[in-house]
């Protein structure tokens, strides 16, 4: 009773928005696993597990989502119906699932309610806390705990969620404490025999990276350069530029106004023993750069918008992170680095100078890449555990 008086008034709401028909793509045929995050940071472990499920059990995957995530091959990709009656019978209908996979903590009440109604496992992981839609907040009787208890399994980040899972009404026997599932691989490709020859050109020179660069940061990371030089004269400054447009008179503005010795990747020019700051053109490389810079500064994260790189990038790959107080989308990222000491903050252009300063030393930057690699390549033994279950509760359905 208490449960369908809260399901009653939630459904009840007034409309923020007319209902508008569907224009959903074709199902395909065969087996589909559904996914829902509430934002592409929270959902990065859901496109490792749907990686898997498409390579290795030819499975479709639909992963809804209120903000972009990466498109790849087996993946689709759609913003969740609205959470009312008419429109999630109608996204069931369609899409008929075999399966549904939450993140985080989010509660789709008329979702879940309807899914369970039609046998549809649901599983929750990376579990952080549980929450009711931010636009359909209220006073629902007993309706949280009974959203949460048609979870067959909920996943939990640490104990502290466990316990908020717990209190909220999930069934103490659904509840586990996993830890966080392996992100989709942040490790860029590159050319190997381009990184090869250009390490043999570096030899054992000290560099760094500033990745995403804007122009707005563009004199504070020139400033950390020329005080990290009166400690390391041969040291090498790699700009990635945000907007590759600004590769060229970025270069000619160093050169001729400054007095820098500048190379231009644009220009076909190569990093030579004189060359003190070398301009890619943008970020298509990234892969390559992150492999020979020992040091990477997120570009956007100190006076620009918000960092534009995702920080496991250069962490994946053994290089050692300085940020700003701007993380952009990547705020929880940046917390789980610099929890595990495996990232450094810097708050102006004085602390990066000092910062760049410090991890010069070879030892405090392999510390903080090692820190950071340890947490870009967790979490795969807790995704192949996921991988399991999924095959389980599927097989229990067919």
Not at 1 to 27: C, E, F, I, K
Request: hydrophobic letters at 45%.
């Amino acid at each position: 009773m208490v449960h369908s008086l809260g399901l009653t008034l939630y459904n009840m709401r007034p409309r923020r928005d007319p209902l508008v028909g569907h224009a959903w793509p074709q199902r395909l045929a065969g087996r589909l696993i559904w996914m829902h995050s509430p934002s592409a940071e929270s959902g990065r472990g859901l496109l490792e597990l749907a990686s898997r499920l498409i390579e290795e059990d030819g499975l479709t995957v639909l992963v809804t989502c209120e903000e972009p995530v990466p498109l790849r091959p087996g993946l689709i990709r759609l913003v969740p119906p609205e959470d009312r009656p008419a429109e999630v019978r109608a996204f069931l209908d369609h899409w008929r699932p075999e399966m549904a996979v939450f993140s985080d903590g989010e509660l789709r009440p008329a979702l879940i309610h309807e899914a369970g109604e039609r046998g549809i496992p649901l599983v929750m992981v990376d579990g952080r806390a549980p929450y009711m839609l931010k636009e359909r907040d209220g006073w629902y009787p007993g309706l949280m705990r009974s959203s949460l208890q048609s979870f067959s399994h909920v996943l939990a980040l640490d104990e502290a969620a466990a316990r908020a899972f717990r209190k909220a009404g999930a069934a103490l026997s659904a509840v586990a404490v996993t830890g966080r599932m392996e992100e989709d691989s942040a490790a860029l490709p590159c050319l190997e025999a381009e990184r090869a020859a250009l390490a043999k050109l570096l030899a054992t020179r000290p560099v760094w990276l500033a990745v995403g660069l804007p122009e707005a940061e563009e004199t504070a990371v020139i400033l950390a350069h020329r005080a990290a030089q009166s400690l390391a004269h041969r040291l090498l400054l790699i700009i990635a530029p945000q907007d590759p447009a600004r590769a060229e008179p970025l270069a000619r503005r160093l050169a001729e106004d400054e007095g820098w010795i500048v190379a231009e990747r644009g220009e076909d020019q190569e990093p030579e023993a004189e060359v003190e700051v070398f301009v890619a053109d943008g970020m298509a490389e990234l892969g390559l750069w992150y492999r020979l810079a020992p040091i990477t500064f997120m570009g956007g994260s100190l006076a620009g918008q918000g960092c534009v790189r995702n920080p496991m990038e250069p962490a994946a790959l053994g290089s050692a992170i300085l940020y700003g107080p701007r993380p952009g989308p990547f705020g929880g990222t940046f917390g789980r680095l610099g929890a595990a000491r495996a990232a450094r903050a810097v708050g102006s252009a004085a602390d990066l100078a000092e910062a760049l300063s410090d991890l010069l030393s070879p030892d405090r930057a392999a510390r903080l890449a090692q820190a950071a690699w340890t947490v870009a390549s967790d979490g795969a033994e807790v995704t192949q555990n996921v991988v399991g279950l999924v095959r389980k509760c599927t097989a229990e359905v067919r």
